[in-house]
Nanobody, 122 residues
């Protein structure tokens, strides 16, 4: 029905950069807020950054000034540019989107991607 497919994770040295992408596809009527979450081993999943369909953004304090979230509404895609990466950023990063589908009955739900691993290590 709806799929979120992430890409762009990998291994990077401290101080390096990565850009994550997440494309939504399927029976989409409208996409509202899109965001990125992360979960490190032994820790709870936490919000990293989110962006509304109007372009308003919010960030976790730990990534402010280093990460930038953006979206291309024409492509149903959200991005996360991550700079000055630290070992503490190592986690599985998940894409999330609040989507209203065309069928059944314009239902609105939260959708998740499968996750992409980001490892920051020297």
């Amino acid at each position: 029905q709806v799929q979120l497919v992430e890409s762009g994770g990998g291994l990077v040295q401290p101080g390096g950069s990565l850009r994550l992408s997440c494309a939504a596809s399927g029976s989409i009527f409208s996409i509202y807020t899109m965001g990125w979450y992360r979960q490190a081993p032994g820790k709870q999943r936490e919000l990293v950054a989110a962006i509304t369909n109007g372009g308003s953004t919010n960030y976790a304090d730990s990534v402010k000034g280093r990460f930038t979230i953006s979206r291309d509404n024409a492509k149903n895609t959200v991005y996360l540019q991550m700079n000055s990466l630290k070992p503490g950023d190592t986690a599985l990063y998940y894409c999330n989107a609040d989507i209203r589908v065309t069928t059944p009955a314009l239902r609105r739900s939260d959708y998740w991607g499968q996750g992409t691993q980001v490892t920051v290590s020297s």
